[in-house]
């Protein structure tokens, strides 16, 4: 059987899940491995969210927020940027490779960007391979 | 209500939007297997009344106490849902949704399986999280009938008028000694040529007689505290050094004064006394000491009749309580020396358009006489140069600035009524006429004015040494030709830029701004007058470039806005915002300095959140080492409940 990754996509309220509606509503086709969770803003993204994520068996984990200075709460998507890099230098420790988690500005007219987020990462997911911290 | 949860799951057909790709009836049997699951159904449409009432019903008759409805994005229907939540009895954040149409049926068309089990796993993180959901009130807060508008312009003077009229208290406040803003040192307005003064000067009579407008001119804002329907802000009125109660206005005082200096009113061109008041019209008509150029000599004392000048007055801080906050600060033209190859500051006969102005205004320096300033001849030639810090990238400002060409065409056919023999050139990139009766304005410019346009810019302004004419050198992109130009006088047409204070303002009021550094507005189109910080409004150019007619619509767009609020007397704030666990938190102090709305403040160890200012985006309890800081609705449990969830099936 093909390896069909399992990824987990944080998005927030105003910029990406609106611009993850937008590909809906345009009726974009992408590939079926997303399961999303709604914040309000990315800013709301503790670490550990992440981490449990790859500890549950995630192949990869998404961040999408609104693009800098378009972020409805004005600042929460730096606070984001610092905190994914945080993890990013976090991961090769774990025995994960830094392709697992991404981050990216998506705004709600930019439908067609998710899709090919999506369709970027999950083949980037592909390639890397199931996660090693899947339990076996 | 029993803490034990019992979910409710309602999957949505949406005709064939979901159901044409997805098992619902698979996704239905699935949800019956979860934990907490009383009842699982489906609809053709969820969000018709039927299906609203098969919800309302099982409220009732199963006893549920928490829902999932399986359907659209939740920016599409979650409202509505809620909204049957509630008439049920049910509180109506005990409500989730399952985003299977956009996020699955819409996106997947040609995957069905693999579509379908995207809606079943985004079917059960929603129950995991619902289970955990929490009712939540929304808290109100008293709002003050009070409003502070800031900016005496055309913008602030409407939205201070309208505001008023509505009978709520206003205090306008403006940095200068007299209301009436850029307004008041224009001479014709375009395209009705009304003069400016003639339809100002009444408003800002209206203004200063309005019982419910107190004026605080020659002041600042200094601190805005609270949140809407309570702010404190802290203004301080500079000293005039002149009893605002006595003075009469009479004016002997200026006449009496020994000291002449350049007056800003007049950008330079004419003088004033250091006892003045910057135009004729000044409204508060109440003289003031420019302390920088008095020399003490008290001659302004010895003339006064009402005995009115107080050299010991000193700034003095005044703290007004109001409900919502106008800001009308308005712009500052950009500073025609930054474009050095026009030589302004440099060639004596080139100017600025709003220099132009004053020189052709009956009040101005010079009594309405447009003269060469190298040597007082009335030019023969006058060239007028488009986009002069507007449309512009080499000097950071991209956009159309909006009323220079409309001005410049105003100027040149005022020029040419008087002096039809005159040789008028606008040198332009693109004319710009948008507005209600300006396309037929510009033609009549060309048609029955005989004003030249000449598609192209010059690159650089010499000045003839001896006659202190101007040459041109400029390409006429229309021909393709490169020609040499001589010009008795060239008039800038400046634009627009944010104003003085804007990075001060931006500070005490904690808005944001856009790329171009005017105040940015809540949504571009369907708020376009709110701002992201409630209760705070924006009106006029302080918010981007505009000519009058939308600055006086945004003034009244503002005042409208800002009066809701004041009337309802309370206002609804949004419950899905941080809060504390006071037995977990250390009292660190990191969610104080994350928090960009000064929501947070750390008393006796424990940070404790203002329900108001809170804007509920998180990221204090993203940064918070001890899980003491949450969100509601957003909790660290409810989001870790989801992502177990989420990967349930792979253990
Ligand atoms: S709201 Fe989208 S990143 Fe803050």
Redesign the interface.
Known sequence: MTFEP?I?GFLC?WCC??G??M???S????P?N????????T???????IL??FS???DGVFIGGCHL?DC?????NY??ER?VKLVHDLLGELGLEKERLMLKWVSASEGERF?NTVKDFTSTIKKVGPSPL??A | MSDEPRVGIYVCHCGINIAGVIDVEEVVDYAKTLDGVIVARDDKYMCSDPGQDLIKKDIVENKLNRIVVAAC????HEPTFRTACSEAGLNPYLFEMA?I????S??????PE??T??AK??VR?AVAKARLLEPLENPRVDVTKASLVIGGGIAGIQASLDLADQGYKVYLVEKTPSIGGVMAQLDKTFPTMDCSACILTPKMVDVSRHPNIEMITYAEVKEVDGYIGNFKVKVEKKPKFVNADSCTGCGQCADACPIEVPNEFDYGLGTRKAIYVPFPQAVPLIYTVDSENCVGCRMCDNVCDPDSIEFDQKAEEVILEVGTIILAAGFKVFDAKRKEEYGYGVHDNVITAIEFERLINASGPTGGKLLRPSDGKEPKSIGFIQCVGSRDVTIGNPYCSRVCCMYAIKNARLYKEKHPDAEIYIFYMDIRAFGKGYEEFYQAAQEDYGVKFLKGRPAKIDEDKNTKNLLLNVEDTMLGANLEMEMDLVVLSVGMEPPEDADQLQKVLRL?RS?DGFFMEAHPKLRPVDT?TAGVFLAGTVQGPKDIPDTVVQGSAAASRASIPMSKGEVEVEP?IATVDDEACIGCRICER?C??GAIEVVERKAKVNDVLC?????C????PTGSMQ?RH?S?KQ??A???A??EE??
């Not at chain 2, 804007?615 to 990221?619: A, R, S």
């Open positions: 399992k987990l309220n899940y609106a993850a509606d590909a809906g509503t009726r974009m086709q992408y079926p997303f399961r999303i969770i709604r914040i309000m803003c800013a709301r993204l503790d670490p550990t969210f449990k994520a549950e068996g995630a200075g409805h709460y004005v600042a929460g606070k984001a905190r899709a899947r339990s | 994005s939740p920016r599409m985003n149409r956009e996020h699955a819409w996106v997947h068309m040609s995957e693999a579509a089990q995207k796993d985004q993180m944001s790329a992201l899905v994350v960009d709305f804007q509920g985006c998180g990221g309890a993203g940064a918070c969100i957003f660290d989001i870790m989801m992502i177990e989420a990967f792979e253990k």
